[in-house]
């Protein structure tokens, strides 16, 4: 098998190559030749990490395995980040295994790329100012994955924690693009494009926030319970994610599923904007994509990384 360690990602994997490998996963989960496998998320009673699985298998590109890892909130004693993962691919023609790929990075990568390529097929058209909810780890590749795909002029921000507002007003600054700290009242009425990214578990954005034509990439929400949106801002949005059984069950639009404001059929993935299926905006005011995170999403991410590594000689070979 073929070792990808997680110290070699940086310098393989490009945002470019990312975007292209998640616009591809979800057409192919949209057009029924990807699949992803039920998740399987535990909270094991020790050291109060939450451990488990997210996989699939992609017909199209032949990409079988799973993400491996979780959350290990007192990692930082140990030099550690929180969030650890490895992802693991599978021959899917015999089983062997095939690789195992170093996930932390990739993580990050492939949720910017899956707002990014929402932005892509559904921000209204010259959209100039990018508004983003959220300040943590996430929000600085969330932010550089949307400038690649749409000119922006400006960018303004909101974070539930002020003090880590530098890290939006740095990453602005690193794409040259103005940065300015707002109430969400104000992010709401003046950005066209909006990443929430927060471990929010209460709506941050309501519904009287939000005017004019905006798209929001709604990214915070893959687990039960939490919540960055107003359900009734949901329910008057045209939506969209990426895999539909978790959007209703671990992402933002479980909140209007329960509370019976919207139906599962009123959401449509992603890939069938990208299939040309759905028209996408088409004159809606205002688009949701809920980026629930998917086992697909990594398969893609690590299966590009391991060609690169390939190519580039990088890739270290073990018997198993
Ligand atoms: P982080 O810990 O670095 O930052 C957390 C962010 O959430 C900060 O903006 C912080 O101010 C805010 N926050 C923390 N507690 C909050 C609370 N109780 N209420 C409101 N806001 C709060 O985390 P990160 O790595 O930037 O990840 C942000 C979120 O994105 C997490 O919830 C993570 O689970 C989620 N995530 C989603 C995907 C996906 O595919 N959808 C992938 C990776 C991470």
Known sequence: MLIVPEKEIGGLMTPDAAFDAIQAV???????????????????????????????????????????????????????????????LFDADTGRVAAAVGGNLLTALRTAAASAVSIKYLAPKG???????????????????????????????????????????DTAAELGLPFEAVELDQLGTEADVIISITSAFSPLLLDGHVKGDTHIAAMGTDTKGKQELDPALVA?????????AQSVSIGEFQHAIAAGLIEQDQITRLGAVINGADPGRDGAGLTIFDGTGVGLQDLAVAARVVKIAQEKGIALEVEV
């Open 127 to 169: 959209a100039k100012v990018l508004g983003m909810i959220g300040a943590g780890h996430q929000s600085a590749f969330q932010m550089r994955a949307a400038a690649r795909v749409q000119r922006f002029e400006k960018v303004i921000g909101w974070n539930p924690h002020p003090e880590m507002l530098t890290r939006l007003a």
């Open 26 to 88: 979800f057409a192919a989960m949209d057009a029924g030749q990807a699949y992803n496998f039920p998740v399987v998320r535990e909270a094991i009673g020790h050291q109060d990490a939450l451990y488990g699985f997210k996989g699939g298998f992609d017909a199209a590109g032949l990409t079988l395995g799973l993400k491996a890892g979780g959350y290990w909130p007192n990692n930082a004693t140990r030099n550690l980040i929180n969030h650890q993962s490895t992802v693991f």
């Open 236 to 244: 008057r949005a045209k939506l969209y994610t990426d895999e539909i």
